[in-house]
């Protein structure tokens, strides 16, 4: 077996209970390789879960908390609304010190970031009615890795393009972004 057959194999029960809808808390939250006893070959080992007083360290970089309305705190992911009106437009943050690139994360903190993603697009998508939710992880701006989940509707400035780059942000009138945070919290169940 190959050592990503090997890693992702001991997984698959996991796996399994997150996709049919079972809690998420019994992933683990990281894996090293180590050898095994009397074997040559690096077999996976499922690390422990890490404390939150461990995760203390996380600081949320500061353009994205410019940028930002609070949302949602989830079990792994920090959710924000982006302050531009033109785009419902929710920004996850794996509260993980020193994160940048999505591989930095342990395998079961990916799977579960997959499953904070799929319930934010679904709430952005029941809350907005949107035709097409958008994923992306650019951070070419911010390096802090963070998974956009974008609202998009035929005909939106930009429609079909990406939203990227686009000049003239429209923030949120007085508490219309906060409304709408609260809401998209409570389909996600966290308000």
Not at 134 to 161: S, T, Y
Not at 162 to 190: H, S, T
Request: some cysteine; aromatic content about 6%.
């Amino acid at each position: 077996m190959t050592r990503a057959g090997a890693r992702w194999g001991c997984f698959l029960p996991d796996l399994t209970r997150l996709a049919s809808g079972s809690s998420t808390t019994n992933l683990p939250a990281s894996i090293s390789f180590e050898p095994a006893p009397n074997a040559s070959r690096r077999t996976p080992a499922i690390g422990k879960v890490t404390p939150k007083a461990a995760m203390s360290s996380f600081l949320l970089d500061p353009r994205l908390e410019a940028d930002t309305i609070p949302l949602a705190r989830l079990p792994l992911c920090r959710a924000l609304l982006m302050n531009d009106r033109r785009w419902p437009w929710v920004i996850l943050v794996p509260e993980r010190p020193g994160l940048v690139e999505l591989f930095d994360l342990a395998a079961p903190e990916r799977a579960l970031l997959a499953e904070e993603a799929s319930l934010t697009a679904e709430a952005l998508k029941a809350q907005t009615g949107a035709l097409k939710i958008n994923l992306g992880a650019l951070g070419n701006m911010v390096r802090q890795f963070h998974l956009h989940v974008i609202a998009r509707q035929e005909g939106d400035e930009g429609w079909p393009g990406p939203v990227w780059g686009r000049p003239g942000a429209a923030p949120y009138e007085a508490g219309e972004g906060q409304a709408l945070a609260l809401a998209l919290a409570g389909r996600m169940g966290r308000a």
